[in-house]
């Protein structure tokens, strides 16, 4: 196949820049050198997409509308448009140093060279299910590892395409073998679950959990929709840091909330894309998955490595199906494989070396558990400082949500003109419904956020 640069226009030959540009690239022996040299010695010039676009007319794809970016991911894409030296990217929840840097775990790297080093590595495919290491470590990870559940093997784990991939697959699942099609995601929630949970064909209704008149927990709400859902629905819920509100139930709600699903009958399905980063403790994170699990009863729950490891786009993290007995888990895994042979055969080495290597040796989980730490204690400093600067400037409004929220996100309660002000004026980037990635700020950067915030409230209704 010809490879042309640069390429012919959208209808037919090339324009006459196209041509000036390609015989500048010739002259100057830049750009794709085989593809130059193939021009010149081309026998059969009829055959080029250029002149083939010419005979057959508008593409097939004529009709195709233009869709919409991705209302978080399409935020950095804003955000790397404008050339502002003031511009702050508070957008996609990804872990930014304090000097605004992102950040790769001392530790991560120190397993990259054990594997790099390590000649007995091959890339072979993995199995459908991926690494059994990785699997089994990280279910240890999220059930505990004295979980009576490992033990009794009533588990099935699969290494899946990041948390993203593992809601997918596990949504897959349940479409294919599960006798309720519904699920229940709470309002608001992560703006792809809706998306992710319809294209795999289950139909999603939602459960009132955020009240933005306390800026907490509308727990009386939540309890009495999921009271009121169908028996055998299915439930999504945030293990810990919901996103985008940052307010978690406390032990005593989750356990109402366990009683509540479990009378019911309902399914829970967990994600947890935040484990450690909520309270800097992997144990602590993970409470209330192993409620649920403590009672016997049977749960999803998907896990994902980007953010607690800062492994993004590595792509790592595991579907957990927690089932009643061995047997069943054992069915129940061998029919994840027929939904995952094929979507994306089996899933990539590297990431989930990683997290073994980490896992398996007891000196780099701990400096793990440190960093994380840092992580999260960071992120927990400029919820204080933010608090503090809106403090010291008067800005009118009871602004302790900010420090009462958990996690990666706060919930401003700015309204979507007030961030529309915040983006034009100030350069300060992040999605339309008011929630800033804490772990985007960093000393350095908060007064300009206090002053936008500040600006906005005031001045725009
Ligand atoms: N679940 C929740 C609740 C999330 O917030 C995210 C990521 C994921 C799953 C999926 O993450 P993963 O596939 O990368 O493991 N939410 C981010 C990024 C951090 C995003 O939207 O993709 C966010 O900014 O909300």
Redesign the pocket.
Known sequence: MRTQFPPSSAHGSPSPTDRRLSALVRHLGVGDHSASSMESQDPNPAISPSATAAFSGDSVFANIVQAPEDP??GVTVAYNKDPSPVKLNLG???YRTEEGKPLVLNVVRRAEQLIINDQSRVKEYLPITGMADFNKLSAKLIFGTDSPAIQENRIATVQCL????S?RVGAEFLVKHYHNRTIYIPQPT???HPKVFTMAGLSVKSYRYYDPATRGLNFQGLLEDLGSAPSGAIVLL?ACAH?PTGVDPTTEQWEHIRQLVRSKGLLPFF?S?YQGFASGSLDTDAQSVRMFVADGGECLAAQ?Y??NMGL?GERV?ALSIVCRTADVATRVESQLKLVIRPMYSNPPIHGASIVATIFKDRDMYTEWTIELKAMADRIISMRQQLFDALRARGTPGDWSHIVKQIGMFTFTGLNTEQVASMTKEYHIYMTSDGRI?MAGLSSRTVPHLADAIHAAVTRVA
């Open positions: 978080i991911l996609v929840g990804a990041s948390g993203t991939g809601l992560w703006g792809n945030h996103n994600d894309a994902s980007a953010k993004y993290g990635s």
